[in-house]
């Protein structure tokens, strides 16, 4: 009786290939999304410089413009999977979407300070050798 305890899987084989699959793009989104600000930092920094070109004023805007779209998309999904599990409807509903729109906006606002820091503190560790 122990073997054939043993034996029996909880869950189908699908079930884990697409628990693994999920967590895999859930760690290539986060990555993702560092590599994206550290990149858009180093853009704040570039266009801070004397005599930035316009292209690189313009690929600076598209890039933050794209970072708002994303931050905005992964608190509504933040959001509308918190949703789901309470069961809110209505004027709930609505209102947390609205919230989740504004705290995506001030956190864009946010970002934008916190990238001058970001970028000096990589500046510094990479002129001092440290790692």
């Known amino acids: 009786m122990f073997k ?7 869950e189908s084989e699908e079930f884990y290939h ?10 290539s989104a986060t990555f993702n999304y560092i590599q994206s600000v550290v990149l858009l930092g180093a853009l704040q920094f570039a266009v ?4 930035t070109s ?15 779209l994303v931050t905005g ?19 709930w509903r609505e209102t947390s979407l609205w919230a989740a729109g504004i705290l995506g906006v001030a956190f864009n606002v946010w970002l934008v300070s916190a990238l001058e820091q970001l970028i000096q503190q990589i500046i ?8």
């Open 4 to 10: 054939r305890l043993l034996r029996e899987q909880d």
């Open 18 to 27: 697409e628990w693994a699959a999920n967590a895999t793009k859930l760690h």
């Open 48 to 51: 801070t410089q004397k005599d």
């Open 54 to 68: 316009f292209a690189i004023w313009a690929l600076y805007i598209v890039a933050y413009l794209v970072m708002l």
């Open 73 to 91: 998309v992964y608190f509504r999904t933040g959001v509308l999977l918190t949703l789901r599990k309470l069961s809110l409807k209505g004027r």
């Open 124 to 131: 510094a560790a990479g002129l001092s050798g440290s790692t």
